[in-house]
C-alpha cells in the first residue's frame, strides 16, 4: 500500500489497494481537487477547507465506433504547473485580471493501450476541467454519442437551486426557478446553487467551439451529468483524434459575493487572436426597437413603419443631442412584411425599404458623430443567411456601420440548415453545428472590422476574450417580454440573473424603461420594477454596450432621472461586488476606466429592504461627490414606481451608506472626485 504525500499542493500518485490517486489544491490551498481511476473508471472529487462540495464522481466519453472511452482504465501518467500572471482587457468588468493557478495534466491508459488526458486548472475561485484526446493509433474521426461526466453534489438534499430548463422551444428564456435540489430536471448552465454551509457553487463551461453545448440532467438525486445537446441525426459531437473539449466550470465561494466577481470564466479561455481590437467600442445606444414592442411602430412595411428616414434621423439627432454612441435600426431591409417569425427565407440583408435610405442616414450619422448601429434577423434560417453574409457585412462595413445585432428567432430545435445534398435540417441553437455558425459570424465582422451583438445566441462561455469584437449577447429574458410577455419579468427576474446568467459574461438586456405601465398599473403587461431598479441595471447587469430602450419622449418627461443615464459609463476598470444574498439582492461598485469616477448600482426582489454599502473602496486621499438616485419611502413598483428621490453630498472612504430598496426597487449613484 502506498500513500498520498502532498508537498505545497502538488502530489505524486498515491495507490491504497487497486486504485491510483492524484491531488491537486487552489494557489490558496483551500480547495483540494484529487483524480483516481477506482474501480478502473476516472473519477474526481473537490473540497472546499475539508467541506465536501463534489463527491467522486464518474468521467469519460463514449464514442460511436469505440464505446465507452473510461472503462478498464488506470493512472499512468501526471505532470503538474502553476502560473501567475496578470492579463488585459481591452474592455470589461476590470481592466487587468489575475491568472492565478495551478495545473495538473492527467493520463488515463486503457488496458487495450489507447489512451485520454484529463486537464485540472485550480484556481482560489474555482476549478475548470477537460479531456483531451490525443493522435494516436486507430483514432481518427471520431463521433461522441454521449459525455459521461458527472457532478455528485454534496448534500444536495439540503441545497437550494437557480435554474432554467434546457431543450425547451424558448432556448434560454425562461423565467429562473428558486427551488430546492431534488426539483432540478434537465437544465442549461450556468447551474447555480448554494449549500446549508452558505458555499456558493455554478457550474457551467468556458472556450465552448467546435462541440456540443453542455446541459445538465439529473439523474440520481443530487447526481448531475452533462446531456450534450444533439445534431439532427441524434450524434452529439463529430470531430477528430486530436481534439480538446470545453472547459467543464465550477466556480466555488464562501459566500454570494465572491462568486459574482469570479473571473474563472476569462482565465479559460485563450488570449484575444483578433490583434488590434482598438476599433471596438464599448458605449450606449438608442434604438428603434421598443415601439415595435408596444406596437407603436412596425418592423414591417407600412403605414407604422418604424425603420424610416426620417424616423432614423430623428433619433440621430436625439442621440447627438445626448451624447449617445450609437443609434440600432431594426427592420430596414426586406423580408419583414407577413409572418416573418417564420418567412426566414425572405430576408434580404443589403436591399432596403423604399422609405429608407442608407446612403443619406449613414451620411447623416457621420455629419452628427453618431454610429448606425446594423440588425441582421435570420429567423433560424441560416443557410439564408450564410449565403449572404459576406456581401451583408461588406455593406454596412462601406457605410461606416462598426457594430451589428444579430437575431436568430426560432424555436429550440428549429435552426433551418440546408446541407450539402440540398436536404433542410433542423438544428438546435446550441448544438455543435450552431456552435461552429456563430462564431463563423464572428470572424467573419472581425475582418471587416465589425463587432457583434447576438441575439438568441450560444451562451456565453467566455470568447469575448479571444474574439474581443463579440461584445455582447442575450441569452437570456430580456426587456421585451415586459411588453407582451405571459407573463412579464417579476421582480426578482433580474436578481436572479446576476446569480445565473450574468456569470457567463456580459448581456443585452436593454434596460432603461421610464414609463413602466404604458396600459396602467394593473395592466398585465408592464415593467414590475421601480424607476430606480431601471437605474441601477446598467449598472448591475454589466455590458460594455447599454441600450437606453425607452421612447424618447418617456425620458425627455423625466430629465432629472435621464441624467444618470447620461453620465454613467459602460467600461470599466475595476468592479466590486459591495453586497448580495442568494435571489435576494445585489450590489455592484465600478469604476470608470476613463476617469477617477465611481457608480453603485443595487437592486432587489420583490421584499423591501435596507442594505449597508461601505465604501471602503474609494481613493483614501480623496474625498468625493455623490449624487444618488433612491426609491422614495413610499415607492412600490405594484402602486408607486415613479417615487425617485435625488440627493447629492460629499463622502469619503470612511463612509458607507445607509439603503433603502422598495418592492422591486433600486439604488443608483455616482461619485465624483472634488478637491
Known amino acids: 500500500m502506498r500513500h498520498l504525500f502532498l508537498f505545497a499542493g502538488i502530489s505524486v500518485i498515491a495507490t491504497i489497494g487497486n486504485a491510483a490517486s492524484i491531488s491537486i489544491t487552489s494557489p490558496d490551498e483551500q480547495l483540494k481537487i484529487t483524480l483516481s481511476d477506482d474501480e478502473s473508471r476516472p473519477r474526481y472529487s473537490i473540497e472546499l477547507n475539508k467541506e465536501s462540495i463534489i463527491q467522486p464522481s464518474i468521467l469519460g466519453l463514449t464514442f460511436l465506433q469505440q464505446g465507452e472511452f473510461a472503462q478498464d482504465v488506470k493512472l499512468t501518467h501526471h505532470k503538474h504547473s502553476s502560473s501567475d500572471s496578470r492579463w488585459q482587457q481591452p474592455w470589461g468588468e476590470r481592466r487587468w485580471i489575475r491568472d492565478h493557478h495551478k495545473s495538473l495534466v492527467a493520463t488515463f491508459t486503457h488496458s487495450n493501450g489507447s489512451h485520454f488526458r484529463v486537464h485540472i486548472k485550480a484556481f482560489n475561485d474555482g476549478i475548470g476541467l477537460r479531456y483531451e484526446v490525443p493522435k494516436q493509433k486507430d483514432l481518427s474521426a471520431l463521433t461522441i454519442t454521449d459525455e459521461q461526466t458527472?457532478?455528485?453534489?454534496?448534500?444536495?438534499?439540503?441545497?437550494?437551486?437557480?435554474?432554467?430548463?434546457?431543450?425547451?422551444?424558448?432556448?434560454?428564456?425562461?423565467?429562473?426557478?428558486?427551488?430546492?435540489?431534488?426539483?432540478?430536471?434537465?437544465?442549461?448552465?450556468?447551474?447555480?446553487?448554494?449549500?446549508?454551509?452558505?458555499?456558493?457553487?455554478?457550474?457551467?463551461?468556458?472556450?465552448l467551439t467546435d462541440y456540443a453545448a453542455m446541459t445538465l440532467d439529473q439523474r440520481r438525486p443530487g447526481t448531475l451529468k452533462a446531456d450534450l445537446t444533439p445534431w439532427s441525426d441524434g450524434t452529439k459531437v463529430k470531430t477528430q483524434a486530436g481534439f480538446f473539449s470545453p472547459w467543464r466550470t465550477i466556480?466555488?465561494?464562501?459566500?454570494?459575493?465572491?462568486?459574482?466577481?469570479?473571473?474563472?470564466?476569462?482565465?479559460?479561455?485563450?488570449?484575444?487572436?483578433?490583434?488590434?481590437?482598438?476599433?471596438?467600442?464599448?458605449?450606449?445606444?438608442?434604438?428603434?426597437?421598443?415601439?415595435?414592442?408596444?406596437?407603436?411602430?412596425?418592423?414591417?412595411?407600412?403605414?407604422?413603419?418604424?425603420?424610416?428616414?426620417?424616423?432614423?434621423?430623428?433619433?440621430?439627432?436625439?442621440?447627438?443631442?445626448?451624447?449617445?454612441?450609437g443609434v440600432l435600426v431594426e427592420g430596414w431591409n426586406e423580408g419583414w412584411d407577413g409572418d416573418w417569425f417564420h418567412n426566414g427565407d425572405l430576408f434580404s440583408f443589403t436591399k432596403n425599404y423604399p422609405d429608407f435610405d442608407i446612403h443619406e442616414i449613414s451620411r447623416y450619422a457621420a455629419s452628427k458623430s453618431v454610429k448606425l448601429i446594423g440588425h441582421h434577423e435570420t429567423s433560424g434560417n441560416v443557410t439564408n443567411y450564410r449565403?449572404?453574409?459576406?456581401?451583408?457585412?461588406n455593406l454596412y462595413a462601406n457605410h461606416g456601420v462598426s457594430q451589428i445585432k444579430t437575431g436568430y428567432v426560432a424555436d429550440g430545435g428549429n435552426i433551418k440548415r440546408v446541407d450539402?445534398?440540398?436536404?433542410?435540417?433542423?438544428?438546435?441553437?446550441?448544438?455543435?453545428?450552431?456552435?461552429?455558425?456563430?462564431?463563423?459570424?464572428?470572424?467573419?465582422?472581425?475582418?471587416?472590422?465589425?463587432?457583434?451583438?447576438?441575439?438568441?445566441?450560444?451562451?456565453?462561455?467566455?470568447?469575448?476574450?479571444?474574439?474581443?469584437?463579440?461584445?455582447?449577447?442575450?441569452?437570456?429574458?430580456?426587456?421585451?417580454?415586459n411588453a407582451w410577455g405571459s407573463p412579464p419579468n417579476p421582480?426578482?427576474?433580474?436578481?436572479?440573473?446576476?446569480?445565473?446568467?450574468?456569470?457567463?459574461?456580459?448581456?443585452?438586456?436593454?434596460?432603461?424603461?421610464?414609463?413602466?405601465?404604458?396600459?396602467?398599473?394593473?395592466?398585465?403587461?408592464?415593467?414590475?420594477?421601480?424607476?430606480?431598479?431601471?437605474?441601477?441595471?446598467?449598472?448591475v447587469l454589466y455590458s460594455p454596450i447599454q441600450m437606453a430602450a425607452d421612447l424618447p419622449e418617456n425620458y425627455l418627461a423625466k430629465p432629472e432621472a435621464f441624467q444618470?443615464?447620461?453620465?454613467?459609463?459602460?467600461?470599466?476598470?475595476?468592479?466590486?461586488?459591495?453586497?448580495?444574498?442568494?435571489?435576494?439582492?445585489?450590489?455592484?461598485?465600478?469604476?470608470?476606466?476613463?476617469?477617477?469616477?465611481?457608480?453603485?448600482?443595487?437592486?432587489?426582489?420583490?421584499?423591501?429592504?435596507?442594505?449597508?454599502?461601505?465604501?471602503?473602496?474609494?481613493?483614501?486621499?480623496?474625498?468625493?461627490?455623490?449624487?444618488t438616485y433612491r426609491d422614495g419611502k413610499d415607492a412600490s413598483w405594484r402602486s408607486n414606481p415613479y417615487a425617485l428621490d435625488i440627493d447629492s453630498h460629499i463622502v469619503g472612504t470612511k463612509d458607507s451608506l445607509s439603503v433603502y430598496l422598495a418592492s422591486g426597487g433600486g439604488f443608483a449613484a455616482r461619485l465624483e472626485e472634488v478637491e
Open 150 to 207: 458527472e457532478f455528485v453534489i454534496a448534500k444536495a438534499d439540503e441545497a437550494e437551486a437557480l435554474w432554467i430548463p434546457a431543450r425547451g422551444w424558448n432556448r434560454y428564456e425562461y423565467l429562473y426557478q428558486r427551488t430546492a435540489f431534488d426539483a432540478v430536471d434537465r437544465v442549461h448552465t450556468p447551474f447555480t446553487f448554494k449549500l446549508v454551509s452558505g458555499t456558493h457553487v455554478s457550474i457551467h463551461e468556458a472556450a
Open 420 to 481: 450539402e445534398q440540398g436536404i433542410v435540417r433542423r438544428e438546435w441553437h446550441d448544438g455543435q453545428f450552431m456552435v461552429n455558425e456563430y462564431l463563423y459570424n464572428i470572424t467573419e465582422a472581425a475582418k471587416r472590422k465589425i463587432s457583434i451583438n447576438t441575439h438568441e445566441p450560444i451562451k456565453d462561455t467566455g470568447l469575448r476574450r479571444t474574439y474581443p469584437n463579440w461584445i455582447s449577447r442575450e441569452g437570456a429574458r430580456g426587456q421585451e417580454f
Open 387 to 393: 449565403n449572404q453574409m459576406s456581401e451583408a457585412l
Open 491 to 539: 421582480p426578482e427576474h433580474t436578481v436572479n440573473l446576476v446569480f445565473t446568467r450574468m456569470l457567463a459574461g456580459p448581456m443585452d438586456y436593454t434596460p432603461g424603461i421610464f414609463n413602466l405601465a404604458w396600459d396602467g398599473l394593473d395592466a398585465e403587461n408592464r415593467v414590475k420594477s421601480t424607476l430606480a431598479h431601471q437605474l441601477a441595471l446598467y449598472v
Open 251 to 325: 466556480q466555488i465561494s464562501k459566500d454570494a459575493t465572491g462568486l459574482i466577481t469570479s473571473d474563472l470564466i476569462l482565465n479559460l479561455n485563450e488570449p484575444n487572436k483578433l490583434g488590434d481590437v482598438s476599433w471596438v467600442k464599448p458605449g450606449k445606444y438608442l434604438g428603434i426597437w421598443w415601439g415595435m414592442h408596444l406596437d407603436v411602430n412596425t418592423w414591417g412595411s407600412g403605414a407604422k413603419h418604424g425603420a424610416t428616414t426620417k424616423n432614423t434621423k430623428a433619433l440621430l439627432d436625439f442621440a447627438a443631442e445626448n451624447n449617445f454612441d
Open 564 to 627: 444618470f443615464i447620461k453620465d454613467v459609463v459602460t467600461d470599466w476598470d475595476e468592479s466590486k461586488a459591495l453586497a448580495a444574498e442568494f435571489g435576494e439582492y445585489a450590489a455592484f461598485a465600478r469604476k470608470d476606466r476613463h476617469s477617477s469616477d465611481w457608480f453603485l448600482g443595487a437592486i432587489t426582489n420583490d421584499k423591501p429592504r435596507t442594505i449597508t454599502l461601505p465604501l471602503d473602496f474609494l481613493n483614501k486621499d480623496k474625498r468625493y461627490r455623490i449624487t
